[in-house]
């Protein structure tokens, strides 16, 4: 049984915009701290054989320019890399191109914080109706993953957590993941009916209560 409450406050969220050369874009940011060293995090977000136990399944050449592919869902070329403190890739799915940028950090305690930020040009009608929870939610699921791949019992792999998300344990923890993208929206400028709106659509979306 997962302690979703818990989870779901244990992870930091940030909505923001970057400009890049082709015009501005919009994050979504993750943070998580976990009980384990850089080292070990690092291992975990970079080893194709553990990244399939908490994440997806991954083929490619995961170094410096390379391209990878996670299996029924994004591919992409990772443009930088530097262990065990971060990496970048393009993310690329649906047709479109983004970017991910994930960086580890020690903690005074010991344990290790895990970031990922999400850089796209989104749509505005797609933004606007859907807003950061349409890839905050998947990410929250991903953090998920590697915390209880990091917990003593393990992660139950990518197909189990499929099956747990249509659960209704599952289906709350998208609810809660999407109320505090909610908020993450409304702390970056949002209108709060706007965000409301936001949030129902994607948490709808999520848990195939789609009218």
Known sequence: MIEVTGQINAVRRQVGQRVLEAGTARTSTVSQVYDTGVDDLW????????????????????????RYELEGNASGTIERCDPPKSFSATWEYGGQTSWIEVRLAPEPDGRARFELEHIAHVDDDMWNQFGPGAVGIGWDQGLLGLALHLSPGGAPGPEAGQEWAMTDEGKEFTR????????????????????????????????????
């Open 43 to 66: 291992d975990a977000v970079t080893d194709p054989e553990r990244i399939k136990r908490w994440f997806l399944p991954v083929s490619g050449d995961l170094r410096l320019g390379g």
């Open 176 to 211: 809660q993941s999407g109320e505090a993208w909610r908020e993450a929206h409304i702390a970056s400028g949002a209108e709060p009916s706007v965000a409301r709106e936001c949030a129902d659509r994607t948490i709808a979306a999520y848990t195939g209560n789609m009218e």
